[in-house]
């Protein structure tokens, strides 16, 4: 059986820092995609990060691109987000999820199959 078992996030200022986890269980992360999503209310889900190949490629939302960062640690298969410098707009439930190995875009949240029970991240101003 899958599972991602998310942790972390909780409420912040604006300019304040949080680092979610995602622990994983019954695949192993090194040969999957992982990615972080987010959605706010009345908004759709929306691509925050993703990475692969032993964490060694990432990718980054236009709006969190040199906020956050993406990781990984293969030994403990789990993987984290290190959100910097947040903004009342990063407000949203943020959940992990895992697909396939395979060639095609990243941000493509029908493409993943398993999925973290979400985490909720709100930034006050």
């Known amino acids: 059986q899958v599972k991602l078992v998310q942790s972390g996030g909780g409420s912040v200022q604006a300019g304040g820092s949080l680092r979610l986890s995602c622990a994983v269980s019954?695949?192993?992360?090194?040969?999957?995609?992982m990615a972080w999503f987010r959605q706010a209310p009345g908004k759709e889900r929306e691509a925050v990060a993703g990475?692969?190949?032993?964490?060694?490629?990432?990718y980054y939302g236009d709006s969190v691109k040199g906020r956050f960062t993406i990781s990984q640690d293969n030994a403990k298969n789990t993987i984290y987000l290190q959100m910097n410098s947040l903004k009342p707009e990063d407000t949203a439930m943020y959940y992990c999820?895992?697909?396939?190995?395979?060639?095609?875009?990243?941000?493509?949240?029908?493409?993943?199959?398993?999925w973290g029970q979400g985490t909720q991240v709100t930034v006050s101003s």
């Open positions: 999820a895992a697909r396939g190995l395979y060639p095609s875009t990243w941000y493509t949240a029908s493409l993943y199959n398993y």
């Open positions: 990475i692969h190949t032993y964490g060694i490629t990432t």
């Open positions: 019954g695949i192993t992360i090194s040969n999957r995609y």
